[in-house]
T-cell receptor, first 111, second 119 residues
Framework: KNQVEQSPQSLIILEGKNCTLQCNYTVSPFSNLRWYKQDTGRGPVSLTIMTFSENTKSNGRYTATLDADTKQSSLHITASQLSDSASYICVVSVGNNDMRFGAGTRLTVKP | NAGVMQNPRHLVRRRGQEARLRCSPVKGHSHVYWYRQLPEEGLKFMVYLQKENIIDESGMPKERFSAEFPKEGPSILRIQQVVRGDSAAYFC?????????????????FGPGTRLTVL
């Protein structure tokens, strides 16, 4: 069982709409959590990184939240654009020695 | 300001041939990580190298796979006697400091990947 679970697996929304992607993790000890955006045929690009003490972090239209108690994170995308179509990957760093990748949520924004 | 470079971007091999994937990290980065991504799956860590040394190869298959990061030149991921199951996208990332054991803001930068197809 993957220790970083993302939902939904895929999502289709209309341009201009908002959406929220979820990431639940069971790994410990938690070090930090990153959200990456991976365009088709490209490598992942970092969007946000949060440590244990941070509840929210924004990067333009992307806002990530973290609840370390429930081990949940979300990535909220506001006013979606066609260029937001990509896979969004949640990555949790465990202690000092490991990183665990979620399988990603594939977002499609339609005009 | 070149980012991580990987070549070739696409590689086709027949079963039993060798595949050699190259990764040039961001200038000044001495830490390189290789990942494999199967279709519809997440990235899986393979190996972590720091100039001339393999630090962690716990994610790399014991047979047929090897990696190096020489003092001069790119990092190389080598797959001998490829099989169909090796077909995947292979991503390289680099960082200026150890992403593992370092602080939370040590970032790694990914290359565009090499898509290996084994016929």
């Amino acid at each position: 069982k993957n220790q970083v679970e993302q939902s939904p697996q895929s999502l289709i929304i209309l341009e201009g709409k908002n959406c929220t992607l979820q990431c639940n993790y069971t790994v410990s000890p938690f070090s930090n959590l990153r959200w990456y955006k991976q365009d088709t045929g490209r490598g992942p690009v970092s969007l946000t990184i949060m440590t244990f003490s941070e509840n929210t972090k924004s990067n333009g239209r992307y806002t990530a939240t973290l609840d370390a108690d429930t081990k949940q994170s979300s990535l909220h995308i506001t006013a979606s654009q066609l260029s937001d179509s990509a896979s969004y990957i949640c990555v949790v760093s465990v202690g000092n020695n490991d990183m665990r990748f979620g399988a990603g949520t594939r977002l499609t924004v339609k005009p | 300001n070149a980012g991580v470079m990987q070549n070739p971007r696409h590689l086709v091999r027949r079963r039993g041939q060798e595949a050699r994937l190259r990764c040039s990290p961001v200038k000044g980065h001495s830490h390189v990580y290789w990942y494999r991504q199967l279709p519809e799956e997440g990235l899986k860590f393979m190996v972590y190298l720091q100039k001339e040394n393999i630090i962690d190869e716990s994610g790399m298959p014991k047979e047929r796979f090897s990696a190096e990061f020489p003092k001069e030149g790119p990092s190389i991921l080598r797959i001998q006697q490829v099989v169909r199951g090796d077909s995947a996208a292979y991503f390289c990332a680099s960082s200026p400091r150890a992403i593992r054991g370092g602080g939370p803001y040590n970032e790694q930068f990914f290359g565009p990947g090499t898509r290996l197809t084994v016929l």
